[in-house]
Each structure stands twice: as C-alpha cells, then as structure tokens.
C-alpha cells in the first residue's frame, strides 16, 4: 500500500508544476543578492533587544573611530552602537524626552555624539566609555548631558556637524528654523528659517516642507531645502542664511511639497541628493547649479544615500507605503542598477524584509547600513562589490 | 488519396491516445482514495457552486451563520472572486457577486479583488463582515504601482436586504492575508500582506487603523482569534504569540511560546513556508481557552489567556494522519479547524501537502477529531463524497448553529473535451470547489 503512494506521489509530483506558497523561491530574484547582505537584531535577541514599537530606525551615523551609532523612534527613542570588530549591536539606552530622533545624531572630532530629540526638541550629548564592557540594560536611561533647546517650542527635525569647525547644525519642526550649536561656546543661534507657510494642499498636510537632512560642503558652508523645493546656504564666514535660485528636481507645479531626503558629499566637491519625488541629482556648490539625474526607481522617497569604495553611490528607494529598492549610481557612466528588495534569507536561522528604510550610513571598512523604519526592524549590513 | 489515408491514421491515433488517456484518468481517480480494505472512510455531503466553476480556491473564508446560512469566499486566479453563499434551509447556493463589482473596481483594469482570504464574522445587526484580497502578486513588482492591487475593502454583507456595504479601501496596496470579526467592539481586524500590520475598521466610527508590523517572512500567522472580551490574539516570531486589546489600543507580545517544531528540517516546504506559527484556533466560550493546530507538525495545543504566563499553552496531541505523526513530511496543516456542539474539535487533515493547485499531489484528506471531555483524538477515515470521490484538500472549516460541520476545498471532476469546468488541477486531476457537509450526529 506504502509502495503504490509512493508511486503515486513520485508520479504527481513529476508532474505537478512549482508550488505556489508564502514565499516562493522565485522571490529571490527579486531581492539584493544574499551572498551581499545580512541584518542585525538590535541587541541581543530575544531578551535584550530594543523592543517592538520603539526600534524604527531613524538616525544612522558613523563616529571617526568606525562605530555607528544609531537611533530609534516609536513609544520610547533608544542610542545604539555597532562596533565593527565585534559586529553585533549594543543598545546603550533610552534617550530621555524623546518619542522620535530624525536624521539627528551626529558625532564630534573628540566622539562625544551628539542628539536632536523630538518631542522635547533638546540637544543632548553622550560621551561614549567602555562601551563594550557594559551590559545591555534594556530600559535604562541614556547618560546624557542636555545642552538645552535650539529654540523654543520646536522639535529638533534634523542635524550635521562641522568636525573642522566644532559647529552642528539643524532644523526644527515645525517652524522650520535653522540654527547653530558652537560646541566651542556652547550656544545656540536661531538664523530664521527656511519655510514660512504650509504649502497649499489637502486638508490632511499640515506641515512646512523642508529637508530631511543638512549637508556641510568643503568650504564649510551648509545646504539644506526649504519652501517651494528651494535651496538655501548658511555661510558661517558671513553668518548668514540665505534662499538661493535653485531648486531640487520636481516635475513642474509639485515645487512646493518637494524635500530634499537625503545628501551626500563628493570627494569631487559636489553634492549628490535625493528628493522626495525620488529624483537623484548633483549640486555643485560653487557653481549653485543643479543637474536632475533622473529617477532610479518608479517610487517616492531616497531614503538614504551613500558612497562606496567602488565610486558608486548606493540608495534606497520607497515611500512608507512603498517596498523599499535599493539601487546603484555609477557617476561615471550614469547608469542605474536597481538591486532589488532590502531582505535577508537565512532559514531556518532568521529571515527578515524591510518594507521601509529610515536611515542609510557607510562604515570606514565599506560596509554599509540600512536601518529599517518599521514597528518591528533591523539593521541591514550591505556589501557593495569593489 | 494518401493524404486522406495519413488523416485518417491521425484521427485513428487522436482517438486511441485519447481512450488511453481516459483510461490512465480513470485508473488514477479510482487510485486518489487509497482505499484498502483497512482504511476508514467518513462519507461527507457536497455541494458546488453553480457556474463558479472556475474558482480555484478558498482560504478560511467560510461563517456559518445563525440564520443557516453558510457564507463562502471563493477564489478566482487573475479575475474577480466571488461572494457566495448556501442557504442550508432551502439546499440554494446563492452567489452574492464578484467582488470587483461589489467593490466598485469593476473595468477599471487595477489588480483584481480576489479572495476573500480571512474568516467572515456575524454582527450583532446579523450583517457578514469580512475583508478582500489579492491574488496575484507578481514578486511585488506591481506593488503601489498604477496597475497594481489597490488594497483590501472592509465591507459587510446585509441578509436582510441582500445588499452589500463596502467601507473603502482599508490597508493601501496590500490585501487581507488574515482577518476576524468581533461583534462586541464591532470591529474587522487583519494582518495585511505582504507587509504584515496589524489593522482594523472600527465599524460605529469608520476609523481606519494600522498598528504597524507585526508578522515578517519569519512567520505568517493566518488565524486571529478573539476571546470572549475582545481582546484579539496572533501569532508572530518564533511561535510566539502577541495580544491586542481594544480597550487601551495596544499590542502587547506574550511570554509563551508555541509547540512548535524544531527548525532545521529541511523539506523543501520549510523554505517557503516559516513552520513557526499557529495555523488556526478556535475559542471556547466554556472553558475558555483557545484551541489551536500549529502549522510545523499539525500539533495540537490548548492557549489559555488568562493562565499564568508560563502556563498558558498545553501540548495536547497532533492533529495529522497517524501515519505521517512520527514522520518528517506531515503534511502542512490545513486552516480547516472547528469546535462542534459534541464538545469535538474537528479537523480535515490534508494527506499530502495541499494547497489546490499548487498541492504536491492528490491525496484524500482525512476527517480528525479530538474529544475536549475526554481528550481522545480519533482518525475517522478518509473524507469520501457519497459517489465514492475523495476529499482532495480543504483549508475553511465552521459549525453551524444545529451542529452540522461545514469545509471547503476540492474534489475530483472529470474534465469535459473543450470547457473548463473545473478551478485548476491538482496534480493532472481536475478538481472543483465544493462545500462538503458533514452531520455528526450522523455517526
């Protein structure tokens, strides 16, 4: 009896066609290459792990040492670094008076690392020590010195650092402020601001548009977005802040919800970014123009932007509704390689999609990190080839 | 003259293949039941669906009402499904409609509505509520695009009018992979695919909620259960379980842990599918707990919220064929559980892997039960159709209000030369849905 359904099943299954399932095999080419990535529970799982709800990942930096520090948002904001040599992440604790840290962690020539909180709208800052030795703690307060609010009444939305000049500087939400932090002196300087009005919308669209990051260029001037997708420079020679002619790519008559998402610096002296709308461009600084590089994916959003050793410049693609893509840029030739869905596959260990990208970073050895945004997330080690 | 020779050796051979094929068909059907002179057979009732012929599937989409009626998801591959439903008082399939029209999404070229993927539940104003899905995903590589899936209506079903509500597009882009209904806080509740959140509809406030992720590639849980207070319960990770309660709007992530098996076991299955979550559960308003079938080894467990949290979850027995109980390949366990007015679970356990067309062979399903007073598991037989055809598969199973348990799934059908007349093959069978009744008392 045992022989004829075995006969049977051989027989079916010879002609049965590929069976449909929860993951089909054929997924994975459709996703990054699994030889190249790999993703990092927040801790150490499945105790002492950053919890569900507080772990998107929305800050990603790295210290001149090659640590990356990150931070969460959700109910709680949580710090955590990666030491390279050791590979796996520590969470160092609960940023106080924090819900959300975006695009606002940056670090010092010294490494003290440095943190733009939102609700609060409190700079504060960490003084790493022994990280290594000490136990994660999940709950326990962050040490942080608070260096008080850049202006009042607003949330801190983004930070950059200067490291040659010892200055950081942000933008606040909701009102759009720029401002300057002289660690030197320890003050801060309100420059105004670059949006002034909600642009005209749905009812549903409450907020000034701005960009989601700053940009420092080798002169040491800062670049960020504003109103009507326009640019905006702060000279801290002239200390001024001022709207430039420019504007970030957008299709015409979508100027003003268009954001720049993300910066990057070129080695070259120009500056790559990302907008809103999805368009890569370059912006040469001396020069104030602005070159539209196109899209590389038919999504929303570059969620994050960085440069590997191999020249090309690596992103990530996709609104919160969106599957997130990462995609290569490869300035000399102009060509686009869309890689595919940010997923790790390692059954029957762990498996692990990141539908949305909060933060992108490039370690010193060249590995870059992905930090998802999601209730639950990870963060993603990419390997880009040489 | 020679041509007309040649044409009419064609003909001739056309015919014998064709007889040998009818041969080789019917030797094979008569082979599907694996009928030996040892083996139990539990004769089950059915009923089509008159002209839905086509329908390839149904996942957990059946409710039977307390007015009778049996409400039925039907599943079309690449076009719209169907709501139907079966009125046990007058032995009447009724189709309801094809859910791109009920959605209004009718000729507009989007990804079609598809399924009904998730249970139906009953209101306290007799109204079916349910979710939509998809079908056809592609790789994602439509997601959020223009022709892509516009993302799953909350919508209700009214018996009284024959009218159905559609609330709107719920989760956008994604489907409803897994969906229940409480009719206390009267609320649809979900997990969306692909990306997994936890959402509901807030039926009395037309609130439209995503709580997040929840479940990931690692773990799909296809069941959410709701005790008698509301609260809701899924399983995500590796077995756990996560708890909503809809009176302080949190998701909170439970200590136990499921019986599930070690990972590890390579089957082929094990890649595609996690093995790490409940499949189904059902609540019992008497003992109170819940009583569920794990998708790894189609073990059988008890959860009991209110226990301590070391204690909430009891290992009561497997719920597969005997002879696959202490194998590698059980089969993978089938969303087909219901608690009957006997105080017995009952389950039809899948006797290959099945998945309707995508089934890696035909094999007669088996009708299981286990006895909550006395804690017995009994095989009753291969589930067999009145003429002899074998239950090939079933994934929806519910109890209706005088206690006769209803499935859906799939049985044998003999194709007919030039119309498709059947959902899809498993293997090379034909097969056609079908509602299969079966009438404990009967036994």
């Not at chain 1, 640019?231 to 002619?245: H, I, T, Y």
């Amino acid at each position: 009896m045992k022989l004829k359904r075995l006969a049977l099943v051989t027989l079916v299954l010879s002609i049965s066609v590929a069976a449909y399932s929860q993951r089909d095999p054929d997924y994975d080419k459709v996703v990054v290459p699994q030889t190249r990535i790999d993703a990092r529970d927040l801790g150490y799982a499945p105790v002492d792990v950053i919890p569900d709800g507080e772990s998107g990942i929305t800050s990603l930096t790295v210290a001149p040492n090659g640590y990356l520090y990150g931070a969460t948002s959700g109910s709680h904001a949580h710090l955590f670094v990666l030491i390279p040599l050791h590979g796996y992440v520590q969470p160092l604790g609960v940023i106080p008076g924090a819900t959300s840290v975006r695009h606002a962690v940056v670090v010092s020539a010294s490494g003290d690392v440095y943190i733009g909180t939102s609700p609060d709208g409190h700079l504060l800052k960490y003084t790493p020590h022994d990280e290594f030795d000490q136990s994660i703690q999940i709950g326990k307060p962050l040490p942080v010195m608070d260096l008080g609010q850049p202006v009042a009444g607003e949330n801190i939305f983004a930070l950059t650092i200067d490291r040659k000049a010892n200055a950081i500087y942000g933008l606040t939400s909701p009102n759009a402020h720029f401002f300057e932090y002289s660690i030197a002196s320890g003050k801060f300087t309100d420059f105004g601001v670059v949006a002034k009005n909600i642009p005209e919308g749905e009812k549903f669209e409450h907020d000034k548009i701005m960009s989601r990051t700053l940009i420092v260029d080798r002169e040491g001037n800062v670049f960020s977005s504003g109103e009507n997708g326009s640019f905006f420079r702060f000279d801290p020679k002239a200390q001024k802040l001022e709207k430039l002619s420019i504007q970030a790519p957008a299709v015409p008559g979508r100027e003003p919800w268009t954001r720049v998402d993300a910066f990057l610096p070129d080695p070259s002296g120009a500056i790559y970014g990302g907008t809103s709308d999805g368009y890569l461009f370059r912006l040469d600084p001396e020069n104030l123009t602005v070159t539209n590089l196109g899209k590389p994916l038919n999504q929303y959003r570059i969620d994050g932007l960085v440069r590997a050793s191999d020249g090309k410049l690596y992103g990530v693609g996709g609104d919160k509704e969106e599957m997130a893509r990462l995609f290569s840029y490869d300035p000399s030739t102009g060509a686009y390689h869309v890689m595919g869905f940010i997923d790790v596959d390692r059954r029957p260990y762990y498996v692990w999609q990141a539908y949305g990208v909060g933060a992108m970073a490039i370690g010193n050895r060249g590995t870059i990190y992905i930090g998802e945004n999601e209730r639950i997330s990870k963060l993603y080690l990419f390997y880009p080839g040489q | 003259m020679a041509k007309k020779q040649a044409k009419g050796w064609k003909e001739d051979f056309r015919r014998v293949v064709q007889a040998v094929q009818c041969l080789l068909m019917l030797a094979f059907l008569a082979f599907i039941p694996n009928a030996n002179a040892a083996s139990k057979i539990v004769t089950v009732e059915y009923r089509f669906f008159p002209g839905l012929a086509r329908m390839g599937g149904n996942w957990a989409a059946l409710k039977a009402a307390s007015d009778g009626k049996v409400y039925v998801g039907l599943a079309c591959n690449g076009c719209s499904g169907h709501l139907v439903f079966y009125d046990s008082k007058k032995n009447q399939m009724v189709d309801v409609g094809d859910l791109n029209t009920l959605t209004g999404e009718n000729g507009l070229n989007l990804g079609p509505q598809s399924k009904i993927h998730a249970k139906f539940g009953e209101g306290k104003d007799g109204r079916i509520y349910f979710a939509t899905h998809a079908e056809q995903w592609f790789d994602y590589a439509r997601f959020a695009t223009q022709e892509g899936y516009p993302g799953s209506h909350y919508m209700a079903y009214d018996p009284k009018t024959g009218q159905v509500q559609d609330f709107g597009i719920g989760p956008r882009f994604e489907g409803m992979n897994t969906g229940a209904y409480d009719p206390k806080f009267d609320r649809i509740y979900g997990l969306t695919h692909p990306r997994g959140h936890f959402v509901y509809y807030d039926v009395p406030t037309h609130a439209k909620v995503d709580k997040g992720r929840i479940n990931n590639w690692d773990s799909i849980c296809r069941t959410l259960g709701i005790d008698g207070d509301g609260n809701v319960y899924g399983s995500f990770g590796h077995g756990q379980i996560f708890k909503y309660d809809p009176r302080t709007d949190d998701i909170t992530e439970l200590s136990a842990r499921l019986p599930i098996r070690q990972k590890g076991i390579s089957l082929g299955r094990d890649y595609n599918k996690a093995e790490t979550a409940w499949r189904v559960v059902v609540w019992d308003q008497q003992t109170k707990k819940f009583y569920g079938v794990e998708e790894s080894a189609s073990t059988l467990f008890s959860f009991d919220p209110a226990a301590p949290p070391d204690n909430q979850v009891k290992r009561l027995g497997q719920m597969a064929i005997p002879e696959f109980a202490s194998r590698r390949n059980v089969p993978y366990a089938t969303l087909s559980l219901t608690l009957g007015h006997d105080r017995k679970l009952y389950y039809a356990a899948a006797g290959t892997e099945f998945d309707y067309s995508s089934s890696a062979g035909a094999a007669a399903s088996h009708l299981i039960t286990y006895d909550l007073n006395t804690g017995k598991i009994e095989d009753l037989g291969e589930m067999h159709l009145p003429d002899g055809r074998p239950v090939l598969g079933t994934n929806a199973a519910d109890t209706g209000p005088d206690g006769t348990i209803y499935f859906v799934g799939a049985t044998s059908v003999k194709a007919t030369p030039g119309e498709q007349n059947y959902g899809g093959k498993i293997g090379s069978v034909p097969y056609r849905l079908a509602l299969f009744i079966y009438h404990p008392k009967a036994d």
